[in-house]
């Protein structure tokens, strides 16, 4: 809870991979790389038109910036020389990511175009097209075998760069202002899309094949991956069991509008939800089994989520303004607050 640095006016623009280097500069012509031992700018690149997008490659040796014109510059990051640049044309990037092992760069634009470069050839090897809206933000796979997007439209989509005719693979629908994103298990074993309004999808996220299909917008895996929430019509909670065809809970929401990221317990036993009534925020707390709130309190200023629980199962951490409160389950009192405005 405390400020260790102040790096400037520049946004930031991302972390080195290890986090031992912060990049800042956006619609500026100098990027300048931060060694965050000692808050010092270890490295500045000077750019000869407005940087928009930044990234740096996995083993921290390259860095890639997108200027305003559509070029794409790389800079070696230790001597913070220029060693060439992309031609990407009339598709200006407006998001860049490096594949783990630094060979493939996608670059994802404001004319709704993902590209992806071999990062030795500066050769463009595929052009993938679905979005219907400014692309935002991107990100490989471990063994970099699909890419995610997700756009101002509103879908994320996952592609199989191994597909030669670059389709495609899914993609989820979100609901009012991104409230309902793809939600991962923890395990990384299944994976969650909204496929309409009221129905999600269950895959196996190895496979990315659907296992199962349920009631409502799945926001929340326990812990240990074994049961998960879905949202319905936005006053109605379900918890369900990977596996299982029914669910196995329901509680009611008395919020008049809609209830955000119900969390659960690491034991699966207990939900925590944030529901909004009359512009008043009432962080609760329900049995899982039974659907019986165990304890509501009022909390006027409540951020959009329902805490999170702690790894011990036995506490809550929430938003309360610019305080962090930490409730305790069994005693049913806060323990602890930080005050992050000092």
Known sequence: NKEVSAPGTSAARGWSPDGSHLLTGCWSFVLHLWDTGFWTAEQTYTNSALV???????????????????????????????????????????????????KLLATGSRTEAIQVWDVATRQLIR???????????????????MLASCALDGDVMLWN?????????????????????????????????LTNEDRSSVLDALRLQA???????????????????????GNELQ???????????????????HGFHPQLSSDGTV??????????????LFEAASGERILPFYNSQASFDAGFFLPDGRTLAYVEGSKIKFWYLQARTNTRSLDCSE
């Open 239 to 257: 918890l369900w069991t990977v596996g299982s065809s029914s669910n196995r809970a329901t509680i009611h929401l008395d919020a008049g509008e």
């Open 271 to 284: 939900v925590s939800v944030l529901e909004f009534n009359n512009n008043n925020g009432n962080l609760e």
């Open 127 to 145: 052009q993938l097209r679905g979005h219907k809206g400014k692309v935002i933000d991107l990100a490989f796979t471990p063994d970099g075998r």
């Open 211 to 233: 296992s199962a299909f349920v009631t409502g917008a799945a926001v929340s895996f326990s812990p240990d991956s074994d049961q998960f929430a879905t949202l319905v019509h």
């Open 52 to 102: 928009l997008v930044a990234a740096v490659s996995r083993d921290g040796h390259l860095l890639a910036a997108a200027d305003w014109q559509g070029l794409v510059h790389f800079f070696e990051t230790a001597s913070g020389k220029e060693i060439g640049t992309l031609p990407s044309g009339d598709v200006r990037p407006s998001a860049l990511a490096f594949s783990r092992d630094g």
């Open 161 to 193: 760069l191994e597909r030669q005719t670059g389709e495609t693979q899914m993609a989820n629908k979100l609901g009012g202002f991104g409230r309902n994103p793809p939600q991962f298990s923890r395990d990384g074993k299944w994976l969650t899309l």
